[in-house]
């Protein structure tokens, strides 16, 4: 489902990652870590192509991502569902207009959205918060509006970038649970994580970043 | 079409979120398309009062003393052939020395010695006015003297070139003054659409991570100022409908040559100000949002 092959990339003259090569089936969940500015978030952007690798190749749900047109960019996303560090939530937008937006970028009606947005709501335990603007919200119910954002388009794949950044352990665990549910059901997820809790003991592959590239992979 | 429908709702919300700002444009826009629609019809205005002027102008072709009157007819067959001639008035010797009696008047004693009639008979030729181009009537001219029987062409040469020059001029002015404020209407839309993208630059970014099409993002911009352009455009026609009504009805009462810069006003000036008004927002607005790339 995602493929780096020999996989090179830089910052200006930094580099992050050199000559990486792994690969990520379809229906796994798998996690991705490494110290902080290890790279974990520029592989992902790599992954939604909003960083372009310098050499090698990405393939991700079949799109080679090194011969995607600017264009077309927007259709691979639609396959990616993103769960952002920085969350994105819109301010100025209710949770169920923030989660809406997903459905609203693919000109779905209005009918089907209310449906989707209510369910997916309701299954990250948010129903009652549907009206709520985001900075009213404590930051695990943030981070479940922006999981939920990142469901409910059926993505085949689902990236999310430290989504245990600064939660409680309970929370943590709720967070985790989700995302095994959504993997249950086909969706491929990637996990980039600096906290080693959070895949000890899970039985799923963990890739290590180390030294610009993927040192070893293991079972978490 | 959805996408219409999507963008729609977005530029209501933004018209009224915006309003303040979204009505100065749109008044900005509509004083714009109103000079340039009054610059419009003034040089078409004062050009059909040239034009007619123009219709009085003509060649006076004064023929040779020793004319046969068979040359005079071939001349007339000639003039007649020729389509840049609408009228040609023939006047001979004796209405030649009618006329100089009459224009003389009590002075036509002068004339009382002469026993023989010294004028020539000539025939006058009305051109087609939008062949009122110097050069080309100086052409015409050198012609027709070339022809037999023929003595001397003359007509007013300085006056000619001088209302050409003018029609010219104000065409040209027209253009440069028009031209630039339809610049600065595609300017002031593309300020306020400018704004409007950079407070909603976070939302943008987002959408772009989402997976939003170009189309997308940029549409509500487009119909934002498609919507301002077409309002202003609006306004415009109805403030010249409002002007125009007044002084026809009211003006025209007290100083009946105000028509005479009325002469035309066609309808489709209130169908073309909104669309012009639309076409440059609408660039204005493409230039505003520019280049999306993810
Ligand atoms: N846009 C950027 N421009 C330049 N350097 C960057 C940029 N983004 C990240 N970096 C650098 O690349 C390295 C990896 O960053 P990042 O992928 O954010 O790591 P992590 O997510 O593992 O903390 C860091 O050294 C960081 O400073
Ligand atoms: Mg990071």
């Known amino acids: 489902m995602i493929e780096f092959s020999n996989v090179t990339k830089y910052y200006e003259d930094d580099v992050v990652f050199k000559d990486v090569t792994f690969t990520i089936d379809k229906g796994e969940l798998a996690f991705i870590t490494g110290p902080s500015g290890a790279g974990k978030t520029t592989l992902l952007k790599l992954i939604y192509c909003d960083e372009r690798p310098d050499k090698g190749q990405i393939v991700v749900a079949g799109w080679d991502i090194g011969k995607l047109k600017q264009k077309t960019i927007p259709y691979l996303r639609r396959n990616v569902g993103i769960v952002f560090q920085d969350f994105r939530l819109l301010s100025n937008r209710t949770v169920f207009d923030n989660v809406a937006l997903a459905l609203r970028i693919h000109y779905m009606n209005a009918s089907t959205i209310k449906e989707d947005v209510t369910a997916v709501l309701k299954e990250v335990k948010l129903g009652h918060k549907a009206n709520t603007y985001p900075q009213h919200l404590s930051g695990g119910e943030q981070q479940r509006v922006v999981i939920a954002r990142a469901m409910v388009s059926k993505p085949t794949v689902l990236l999310a970038d430290e989504p245990t950044g600064n939660l409680d352990i309970d929370n943590s665990q709720i967070i985790m649970g989700l995302f095994r549910e959504i993997n249950a059901r086909g969706t491929t997820v990637l996990i980039a994580t600096h906290n080693q809790e959070l895949f000890h003991g899970t039985g799923r592959r963990v890739f290590f970043i180390k030294d610009h590239s993927i040192e070893k992979e293991g079972i978490g | ?294």
């Open chain 2, 1 to 294: 079409m959805k996408a219409f429908i999507y963008s729609f709702q977005s530029v209501f919300r933004s018209l009224w979120h915006e309003k303040w700002i979204n009505l100065l444009t749109i008044l900005s826009v509509s004083i714009g398309l109103s000079l340039v629609t009054a610059f419009i019809m003034l040089t078409i205005n004062m050009d059909s009062v040239i034009q007619r002027w123009a219709k009085n102008f003509g060649l006076v072709v004064y023929l040779k003393a020793n004319v046969s009157s068979a040359e005079e007819t071939s001349l007339k067959n000639l003039f007649s052939q020729d389509d840049d001639i609408i009228e040609i008035k023939y006047i001979s010797k004796e209405l030649a020395l009618k006329e100089l009696r009459a224009t003389l008047g009590a002075n036509e004693l002068i004339l009382e010695g002469l026993n023989e009639n010294p004028l020539p008979s000539s025939y006058e030729l009305t051109l087609k006015s939008n062949l009122l181009d110097p050069e080309r009537v100086k052409r015409k001219a050198s012609l027709i003297e070339h022809m037999s029987g023929v003595e001397e062409v003359q007509y007013g040469e300085k006056w000619l070139s001088s209302l050409y020059t003018i029609s010219k001029a104000m065409k040209a002015v027209t253009i440069i003054v028009g031209g630039a404020i339809f610049i600065a209407i595609a300017f002031m839309t593309y300020s306020t659409i400018k704004i409007f993208f950079y407070r909603r630059k976070d939302e943008i970014e987002t959408l772009k991570l989402l997976g939003a099409t170009r189309i997308f993002i940029r549409l509500p911009f487009l119909l934002e100022g498609l919507i301002i352009g077409l309002l202003g455009g609006i306004i415009s026609s109805l403030a010249i409908f409002g002007i125009y009504s007044f002084t026809s009805l009211k003006v025209i009462e007290f100083l009946p040559s105000v028509r005479l810069f009325m002469t035309s006003f066609p309808f489709q000036v209130y169908i073309i100000v909104p669309l012009a008004g639309a076409v440059v927002s609408v660039i204005g607005s493409l230039i505003a949002v520019g280049k999306i790339r993810y």
